[in-house]
């Protein structure tokens, strides 16, 4: 009520009103003085309050209970924490189960022909690609998927997307072929499923522009 009367100049003997209360006693709260207890409520909200921010807004009462016994060195009892969390009106973010993924089987697996020989004499020789995962605003991922040439460690085509599928793969070869039209380079990934699957292999086949001596091997990481 106090604030309210601050903020929008009602008189505080409507506001009594609407609440159901009389002037005296509102007078009277309001002439009190706090007790230790509340007091204390107040700094140990000070301080959950800095903790919850420092976590993100990702812990819960039991959570905030244990580092607000660490950093006051006091006996805090959870129910109380969790009291306190009601009056400030927070609650802790509920976190997303990973999810599980089943590893699948590479339905073909070509020979190392890389070998760790990470040099090129020239450019268009040796390729190298992968897909990159990144992590940005609230839980949202993003993934780049791009081929780098060995010989000056040049990017020769990229493709960002929010799935990491077989299209964000293929179309960043396409791009590549695009780039270096007439090329024959051997290409270098690591055992992914889009670059292990049948459609990869494919793919390859149909642009005939890539040497045979695909590398699929993970050692380059």
Not at 50 to 56: L, S, T
Not at 186 to 215: C, P
Request: with cysteine; glycine share 4%.
């Amino acid at each position: 009520m106090q604030a309210l009367q601050k903020e929008t100049a009602i008189r505080v003997q409507l506001l009594c009103k609407i609440a159901g209360i009389a002037r005296s006693s509102y007078y009277k709260w309001l002439d009190r003085k706090p007790s230790a207890r509340e007091m204390e409520n107040e700094k140990l909200m000070q301080v959950m309050m800095e903790i919850y921010e420092k976590v993100e807004r990702t812990f819960g009462y039991r959570q905030l209970t244990l580092h607000m016994r660490r950093g006051t060195g006091k006996t805090i009892n959870h129910k109380r924490v969790y009291r306190l969390m009601k009056v400030k009106g927070i609650q802790f973010a509920i976190r997303r189960k990973k999810k599980k993924y089943a590893y699948s089987t590479p339905q073909q697996v070509a020979e190392n022909v890389l070998n760790r020989k990470f040099q090129a004499s020239v450019p268009n020789e040796k390729w190298v690609t992968d897909v990159t995962e990144f992590k940005y605003g609230h839980g949202q991922k993003a993934y780049l998927s791009s081929i780098l040439d060995l010989h000056d460690k040049s990017i020769v085509a990229y493709v960002l997307g929010h799935s990491n599928n077989n299209p964000l793969v293929f179309q960043t070869l396409k791009l590549a072929l695009q780039a270096a039209p007439g090329s024959k380079p051997m290409l270098h990934s690591d055992r992914g499923f889009q670059y292990t699957s049948l459609d990869f292999k494919a793919l390859l086949e149909r642009k005939r522009t890539v040497s045979e001596h695909v590398s699929s091997w993970a050692m380059h990481r």
